[in-house]
């Protein structure tokens, strides 16, 4: 019997979840609209939130999985990348949970964990697979060899996918995180009605800045034609947008497929939830004959049943780390 209790804070969720012998018992996300307003994460307002929040969610984890602190058998917990502030509240508890119950603990890379978040339900991936990683602060191509040993083979060199998604938002007036509104606008506009460029960058990586300032021109020049252009274009606008941050991604993702010969394809991270992205590598899947992995949409974005399973798996392998371990806000792939 192993009982894992995944806490995740890296950014602004705070989120616990029980794992009980590799299953996912409960999963509870304490989200923080106090960001919204602000048009982006506060670090210091995302620190303070998650301290008021862990506690409850912890508990509330526990009470949904039918099991009381006692039955914990070791703590996993979110050690980087993220902002330091609000891995040190998720770090100092878990720390002090595996302390006060002589329990291991588990330090957990959250770029990993969004990958192995493919364990949680079946089917689950073969080693070795491809997966696009893509969030606000990451889009990375990495060729999974196994549960820990992942190599990074592409990522941006500048913006993320999820930040040229919330970028863009901030353009067209949408209020912060904008990539869900742009995935809901998208859906009734057309994506050929604007051309935006797709940037040539070698190997694997990629580029998501000059997208961003094309957008930005494109717009400013409209709107000195007409002052309405927004307003009057908006689902063909994010529809265009998601047509040329979807493509980017597939493009790269298909090059990486063909380069390795590896048929397990994947995508995870929070702009893993977008309808675009999900329904275009479905295609593309179809017409290359791979396989196929989407998250749930609880698992693309930021939780702890991702951190929960990663747990699961280190703690079968016994790979515990001490009371002296210190969150890292970048940590090597
Ligand atoms: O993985 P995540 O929850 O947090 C990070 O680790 O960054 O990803 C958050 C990012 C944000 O940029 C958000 O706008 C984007 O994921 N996102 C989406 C969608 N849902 C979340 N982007 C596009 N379409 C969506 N449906
Ligand atoms: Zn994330």
């Not at 303070?48 to 009470?63: C, E, F, K, W």
């Not at 073969?126 to 990375?140: A, D, I, K, R």
């Not at 060899?145 to 083979?153: A, N, R, V």
Request: hydrophobic share 45%; proline share 5%; charged share 20%.
């Amino acid at each position: 019997m192993a009982v894992i209790l995944g806490i995740e804070s890296s950014c602004d969720e705070t989120s616990a979840s029980i794992c009980i012998n590799g299953e996912i018992k409960s999963n509870i996300i304490a989200t923080q609209a106090i960001h919204a307003k602000y048009g982006g994460v506060v670090p210091e307002l995302a620190s303070r939130a998650h301290q008021q929040n862990i506690i409850p969610t912890v508990d509330q984890a526990l009470q949904q999985a039918k099991i009381t602190k006692n039955d914990v058998d070791a703590v996993a917990f979110t050690r980087g990348p993220g902002l330091l502030g609000s891995l040190l509240v998720g770090t100092s508890f878990a720390k002090s949970f595996a302390l006060a119950r002589n329990i291991p603990l588990i330090d957990i890379n959250h770029m990993q964990a969004h990958i192995l978040a493919h364990f949680i339900d079946d089917p689950k991936p073969n080693f070795p697979f491809l997966c696009l990683t893509v969030s606000g602060g990451h889009t990375q191509i990495v060729l999974v060899k196994d549960y820990f040993d992942m190599e990074l083979i592409g990522q941006t060199l500048d913006d993320a996918a999820g930040e040229a998604f919330d970028k863009t938002a901030k353009i067209l007036n949408l209020p912060y995180p904008g990539g869900p509104l742009i995935d809901k606008n998208a859906k009734l506009g057309n994506p050929n009605a604007f051309k935006l460029p797709e940037p040539q960058i070698p190997d694997l990586n990629f580029s998501f800045s000059g997208l961003k300032t094309a957008i930005l021109y494109m717009v400013q020049g409209e709107l000195k034609k007409n002052p309405n252009f927004l307003e009057e274009n908006m689902n063909d606008i994010c529809a265009s947008v998601q047509e040329r941050i979807v493509s980017i991604l597939l493009n790269k993702l298909k090059k990486a497929a063909k380069q390795t010969g590896v048929k397990d394809v994947a995508i995870a991270g929070g702009v893993s939830a977008n309808s675009g992205l999900r329904e275009s590598l479905l295609a593309m899947g179809e017409k290359y004959k791979w396989r196929v992995f989407i998250p749930k949409f609880e698992y693309c974005t930021d939780n702890a049943a991702m951190i929960a399973i990663a747990g699961y798996h280190k703690y079968l392998k016994g790979e515990f780390v001490g009371q002296d371990v210190a969150p890292l806000a970048r940590i090597p792939f």
